[in-house]
C-alpha cells in the first residue's frame, strides 16, 4: 500500500512537472507593439493624356529595416509570432501643386522581398483609387489576406521593399508619403 501511495505521489509530481514547465515558459513570453515606418517623396511626371486632362506618373521606392526596431532586433531569434494589425499610408507634405492637393486616379503600394517579384519572393499590395491627396490624409489597409502576407515578410526578418506608384494629377507635384507597418509581436524570453 505504501508503495502504490510512493508511485502514484510520484507519477502525480511528474505530471505537475511537464505542464508546470509548459506554463512556466509561457509566462516567459513578452508581448510587444512594433512599428516600422518608411517615408519617400514622389514627384508626378508627365506622362499622358485621359479625358483631356495632363496626368502624370509617380513611382518611388524605399526599404524597411525590422531590425532597426529595438525590441525587434532584441528578441528577433525568439519571437513566437508577429501580427500585423495595419498598414497606414500618411500624405505629409505635397509641394507644386496651386491648391496643395494631388486627385490620384489610381495608387498601389507593394511591399515584397527580393529584388524581382518571382515564386521565391513574399508580396502584399495594396490599392488607393480616385482620391484627392491633401497633407494629413491617411488611408488604413487592415485586409486579412495581405497583412497575412506582411507577417511572412516580416518573419524571415530581414529588410523588405516598400513600393508606391499610381497616376496622378497635377503633374510635376511632389507627394511625401509616410508608410506606417504596425503590429505586435510575441516573443519568448527563454527560446
Given at each position: 500500500?505504501k508503495?502504490l501511495?510512493k ?8 505530471g505537475?512537472?511537464n ?9 516567459a513570453d513578452?508581448?510587444f ?7 519617400m517623396?514622389a514627384?508626378?511626371?508627365p506622362?499622358s493624356?485621359?479625358s483631356?486632362q ?5 513611382d518611388e521606392?524605399?526599404t ?6 529595438s525590441?525587434?532586433k532584441?528578441?528577433a531569434s525568439?519571437?513566437k509570432?508577429i501580427k500585423v494589425e495595419?498598414?497606414?499610408?500618411e500624405?505629409i507634405?505635397?509641394t507644386?501643386s496651386?491648391n496643395n ?23 502584399a499590395?495594396f490599392?488607393?483609387?480616385n482620391e484627392t491627396?491633401?497633407?494629413g490624409?491617411?488611408f488604413?489597409?487592415t485586409?486579412a489576406?495581405e ?6 515578410i516580416?518573419?524571415?526578418k530581414?529588410?523588405f521593399t516598400?513600393y508606391l ?12 508619403f509616410k508608410?506606417?507597418v504596425n ?6 524570453a527563454?527560446n
Amino acid at each position: 500500500m505504501k508503495t502504490l501511495l510512493k508511485l502514484s505521489l510520484i507519477l502525480l509530481l511528474i505530471g505537475f512537472t511537464n505542464t508546470g514547465c509548459e506554463k512556466i515558459k509561457d509566462l516567459a513570453d513578452v508581448t510587444f507593439d512594433a512599428d516600422f515606418t518608411a517615408t519617400m517623396d514622389a514627384t508626378v511626371e508627365p506622362t499622358s493624356l485621359k479625358s483631356g486632362q495632363a496626368m502624370g506618373y509617380f513611382d518611388e521606392f524605399t526599404t524597411i529595416d525590422p531590425n532597426t526596431n529595438s525590441d525587434f532586433k532584441t528578441y528577433a531569434s525568439k519571437i513566437k509570432e508577429i501580427k500585423v494589425e495595419k498598414v497606414i499610408v500618411e500624405v505629409i507634405s505635397i509641394t507644386g501643386s496651386a491648391n496643395n492637393s494631388v486627385v490620384v486616379d489610381w495608387a498601389h503600394l507593394h511591399c515584397h522581398q527580393l529584388a524581382s517579384f518571382d515564386e521565391n519572393g513574399f508580396y502584399a499590395f495594396f490599392e488607393m483609387n480616385n482620391e484627392t491627396l491633401t497633407v494629413g490624409k491617411t488611408f488604413e489597409f487592415t485586409a486579412a489576406g495581405e497583412l497575412g502576407d506582411l507577417e511572412t515578410i516580416l518573419n524571415t526578418k530581414e529588410s523588405f521593399t516598400v513600393y508606391l506608384h499610381g497616376d496622378a494629377d497635377p503633374v510635376n507635384a511632389t507627394i511625401g508619403f509616410k508608410v506606417y507597418v504596425n503590429s505586435k509581436i510575441t516573443a519568448n524570453a527563454l527560446n
